[in-house]
C-alpha cells in the first residue's frame, strides 16, 4: 500500500512568485492534514479536511495560502504571493475518519525556500 | 489548547550507551501521545504511542517511552543507541475531545550517535 505523498520534495521559488503544493494521501484516509516545520522550530498545524471540506484552519497564516481538496482525494497548498518567510518544510498527513485511537501517517514533506 | 517542550535541542551520544529524550506536555483535557522520528532525508514516521492502558509503550527497535501523569512527561528512552538511531525525535499531543485530531508537536531533539 502506497503511503502518503508529496510533491515536489524541494521547491526554491522568488520572492512574490506562485507554488503548489501536493499531497496524495493514503487510499479510504478521508482525514487529510498540512503542517508546516520553520527551521529550527516546531512543527505547526496549518489546517484539517475530512474529505473535501475544511474541519479546521486555524492554523492557515494568512489569506496567501489556499488550501482545497477537489473530491476528497489529494490536495493543494497554493502560497500567493510567497514571501520570504514563507520558506520551511510543508508536511501533509492522512488519517482514517472516526478512528480516534489512531495516528496520523506523514508524507516526507516539500521544502520549500524562497528567495 | 495543548502545548508541548522538548527541552535538548541536540542529543550527542556514544554508540552502545544509553539515551534518554525528554518530553513534557501541558493540556486542560486528556490526551493521545506520541513519538514520531525524521531519519536523514525521510519523512515523519510514527515511533511509538500512548492512546491508555499500560503506561509503559515499546517499538520495535528498542525504543520505550513512559507515560507520566502527575508529571505530565513522555520521554523517550532506550538503554543501548545503535549509530542508525541518528535522527531527529518529535515528541507531539493529541486532545481527546477538541481540537479536532490535529497533533501539537514539540521544537525536536536531533539525536547524533557517535561512534
Known amino acids: 500500500e502506497a503511503g502518503v505523498t508529496q510533491f515536489p520534495s524541494h521547491s526554491v521559488i522568488e520572492k512574490g512568485q506562485t507554488v503548489t503544493l501536493r499531497c496524495d494521501p493514503i487510499s479510504g484516509h478521508d482525514n487529510l492534514y498540512w503542517y508546516r516545520r520553520v527551521m529550527g522550530k516546531e512543527i505547526k498545524f496549518l489546517l484539517h479536511?475530512?474529505?473535501?471540506?475544511?474541519?479546521?484552519e486555524s492554523g492557515m497564516p494568512n489569506n496567501r495560502f489556499l488550501a482545497e481538496r477537489t473530491g476528497g482525494t489529494y490536495s493543494t497548498l497554493k502560497v500567493q504571493p510567497a514571501e520570504l518567510e514563507d520558506s520551511g518544510v510543508y508536511f501533509c498527513a492522512s488519517s482514517p475518519y472516526g478512528r480516534t485511537n489512531t495516528e496520523a501517517f506523514f508524507g516526507q514533506g516539500t521544502r520549500l525556500t524562497v528567495v | 489548547a495543548q502545548s508541548v517542550t522538548q527541552l535538548d535541542s541536540q542529543v550527542p551520544v556514544f554508540e552502545e550507551a544509553p539515551v534518554e529524550l525528554r518530553c513534557n506536555y501541558s493540556?486542560?483535557?486528556?490526551?493521545?501521545l506520541f513519538w514520531y522520528v525524521q531519519y536523514p532525508n525521510q519523512g515523519l514516521q510514527l515511533l511509538l504511542k500512548?492512546?491508555?492502558?499500560?503506561?509503559l509503550v515499546e517499538s520495535i527497535n528498542g525504543f520505550e517511552a513512559e507515560f507520566n501523569k502527575s508529571q505530565t512527561s513522555f520521554h523517550l528512552r532506550k538503554p543501548s543507541v545503535h549509530i542508525s538511531d541518528t535522527a531527529e525525535y518529535f515528541c507531539a499531543v493529541r486532545g481527546l475531545t477538541g481540537g479536532g485530531n490535529k497533533l501539537t508537536f514539540g521544537t525536536g531533539t536531533q539525536l547524533k550517535v557517535e561512534l
Open positions: 500512548y492512546l491508555s492502558g499500560s503506561t
Open positions: 493540556s486542560s483535557v486528556s490526551v493521545y
Open positions: 479536511f475530512v474529505k473535501e471540506s475544511k474541519q479546521d
